[in-house]
């Protein structure tokens, strides 16, 4: 039978509605959802939301659903009931051990990908023998004069047209475009909502990456991810292990 149109894409409202259920909740990875690529499938109460693609006859959610728990049931279960009814397969891509039963008494199959690495911030340090290399990038990134900074939120929009050259030099180098889903793209309106940590020399930014924060905007974030990361095919080696263990710090 003939598909099913897709559902509309995301309106501002929904966008704004989805990052702060994402603020609310330990998650800062679903700020992906701020890209404005995905469909989005909301709880009754509108305190949960799922996001999804389709390619194909597939309909892909990215990640577990995101909100109270006791949410995540009947957002699975309506998706996946949402996907066969027009002819499509559900499946999610990208999800925690957390609600692994839940979707196995949906009726699907596990599929290990990889795994996902998480750094305990408070206490991470870079003194004792495990973080030699990272001294040694944080001290010669110094001795060469570069500086590190966070660039809060408010000024992120005058911050993008410095951030462009950098971004579009890093596509060039890697013959590549910009890719979606599971991953931000260089989308103004997308960075514009998150802090961007970025790395100078003496004359200009030579790398910068995009934050996605989860927790209380008012107060600190209770988990921060790197999204988007690019620099300049000129900038020093060990550019980016500089930017990190800063980031981290």
């Not at 603020?23 to 404005?36: C, E, N, P, Q």
């Not at 690529?37 to 389709?54: N, T, V, W």
């Not at 949402?82 to 839940?102: I, K, S, T």
């Amino acid at each position: 039978r003939p598909a099913a149109p897709p559902p509309p894409l995301p309106d501002a409202a929904q966008l704004a509605q989805a990052q702060a259920i994402v603020r609310a909740h330990d998650s800062a990875d679903a700020g992906l959802v701020l890209t404005g690529d995905k469909h989005l499938l909301f709880s009754p109460a509108g305190d949960a939301f799922l996001m999804y693609g389709r390619q194909g006859r597939s309909w892909i959610a990215l990640f577990d659903p995101v909100g109270p728990y006791e949410a995540w049931p009947d957002l699975v279960w309506t998706f996946l009931e949402r996907a066969r009814d027009a002819g499509a397969r559900g499946c999610f891509y990208q999800v925690g051990p957390e609600a692994l039963p839940l979707y196995l008494d949906a009726g699907l199959r596990l599929f290990k990908l990889g795994e996902y690495a998480s750094v305990p911030l408070p206490g991470f340090s870079l003194q004792g023998r495990r973080r030699g290399s990272l001294r040694t990038a944080v001290n010669r990134a110094e001795r060469a004069g570069l500086r590190f900074e966070i660039v809060d939120t408010p000024q992120v929009p005058a911050l993008l047209p410095a951030l462009q050259p950098v971004s579009d030099a890093w596509l060039a180098q890697h013959r590549t475009a910009e890719k979606r889903f599971s991953i931000g793209a260089f989308d103004p309106a997308y960075l514009a909502r998150n802090p961007i940590a970025v790395v100078r020399d003496e004359t200009r930014i030579i790398a910068f990456a995009s934050l996605l924060l989860a927790g209380d905007p008012a107060g600190e974030a209770s988990e921060a991810s790197i999204d988007l990361m690019r620099h300049l095919p000129d900038a020093p080696p060990g550019t980016m292990d500089f930017l990190f263990a800063r980031l981290l710090q």
